[in-house]
């Protein structure tokens, strides 16, 4: 069974930076398309952005557009996000998701996902 581990996240000031990483266990990442998603405070849970497995095609909500860059490195078993420019709008908490996907495949929409890690959680404050 695959098993997802978000780490990465902290305490960081406006204008700064993370990189959020997303380990995966029980089984190999290939052949799943990976998604990032974040749920702030009082609000729902929204995509922030995606990969298809081959790596190849990506997206992102407009909001994080040129600010955040999703990678994945299939030998470390592993799906990164890195985050520039953090505004205090980003915080929350931040998790990824898996779904067993082919070629370009890759959606923002929380309920194409079966897997999702447990989340971890920025905070973008002075």
């Known amino acids: 069974q695959l098993q997802l581990v978000e780490s990465g996240g902290g305490l960081v000031q406006p204008g700064g930076s993370l990189r959020l990483s997303c380990a995966a266990s029980?089984?190999?990442?290939?052949?799943?398309?990976i998604g990032w998603f974040r749920q702030a405070p009082g609000k729902e849970r929204e995509g922030v952005s995606c990969?298809?497995?081959?790596?190849?095609?990506?997206e992102y909500a407009d909001s994080v557009k040129g600010r955040f860059t999703i990678s994945r490195d299939n030998a470390k078993n592993t799906v990164y996000l890195q985050m520039n420019d953090l505004k205090p709008e980003d915080t929350a908490v931040y998790y990824c998701?898996?779904?067993?996907?082919?070629?370009?495949?890759?959606?923002?929409?929380?309920?194409?996902?079966?897997?999702w890690g447990q989340g971890t959680r920025v905070t973008v404050s002075p």
């Open positions: 029980g089984r190999t990442l290939d052949y799943y398309a």
């Open positions: 990969i298809s497995e081959s790596g190849e095609v990506t």
């Open positions: 998701a898996a779904e067993i996907a082919y070629g370009s495949w890759h959606s923002l929409r929380e309920i194409e996902y079966d897997a």
